[in-house]
T-cell receptor, first 117, second 113 residues
Framework: GAGVSQSPSNKVTEKGKDVELRCDPI?????LYWYRQSLGQGLEFLIY????????KSGLPSDRFSAERTGGSVSTLTIQRTQQEDSAVYLC???????????????FGPGTRLLVL | GDSVTQMEGPVTLSEEAFLTINCTYT??????LFWYVQYPGEGLQLLLK?????DKGSNKGFEATYRKETTSFHLEKGSVQVSDSAVYFC????????????FGTGTKLQVIP
């Protein structure tokens, strides 16, 4: 079946421009995550959506970053006034997350490689 | 809050050597624990997981045991291959209700022939 898809796969932009990154999770998955992976670095949590609950935005690095999830499915990560330090691979993951102690696997998309010149 | 600490890499081993990648965590309650792997040029994928104390997750010759007493989930493999070269991430998901997943910083493994 279809996995998590992300678009665009690569994005080159100029400093100061806004960018939008899109994530299509696996159908039926209620949990959706955004991460950032900088060159040679680990995964940096950005934001987490779970069903109709308020998203956990605790990982967003600045108010230039925002994300929304429409209809509990597709999500868009927006970076306003991009800076060179925003250059990274942005990863989206989804899981069929339930309550309690169920170990739900995350399924990752291929990522969007963002380069800010 | 929850946190995961992994040994820093890169780790360089010869083929057929024994591998250990240390992972310790801080969390309340009984989190679920995971190892994810990212092969060169590929996306992250689940390697193995464990949901409760003393559980052992295993896959592709890799093993990790959930140790509540030492809050650890070390990854081991008895004989590594060149094809195991990748970045390995330890992660946890908190217990109770809806919980996000917290990842470690990743450990790069390079296996040389």
């Amino acid at each position: 079946g279809a996995g998590v898809s992300q678009s665009p796969s690569n994005k080159v932009t100029e400093k100061g421009k806004d960018v939008e990154l899109r994530c299509d999770p696996i159908s039926g998955h209620t949990a959706l995550y955004w991460y950032r992976q900088s060159l040679g670095q680990g995964l940096e949590f950005l934001i987490y959506f779970q069903g109709n609950s308020a998203p956990d935005k605790s990982g967003l690095p600045s108010d230039r970053f925002s994300a929304e999830r429409t209809g509990g499915s597709v999500s868009t990560l927006t970076i306003q006034r991009t800076q060179q330090e925003d250059s990274a691979v942005y990863l989206c993951a989804s899981s069929p997350q339930g309550q309690g102690r169920v170990a739900e696997t995350q399924y990752f998309g291929p990522g969007t490689r963002l380069l800010v010149l | 809050g929850d946190s995961v600490t992994q040994m820093e890499g890169p780790v360089t081993l010869s083929e057929e050597a024994f591998l250990t990648i240390n992972c310790t965590y801080t969390a309340t309650g009984y989190p679920s624990l995971f190892w994810y792997v990212q092969y060169p040029g590929e996306g992250l994928q689940l390697l193995l997981k464990a949901t409760k104390a003393d559980d052992k997750g295993s896959n592709k010759g890799f093993e990790a045991t959930y140790r509540k007493e030492t809050t650890s989930f070390h990854l081991e493999k008895g004989s590594v291959q060149v094809s195991d070269s990748a970045v390995y991430f330890c992660a946890l998901r908190g217990s109770g209700g809806y919980q996000k997943v917290t990842f470690g910083t990743g450990t790069k493994l390079q296996v040389i022939p």
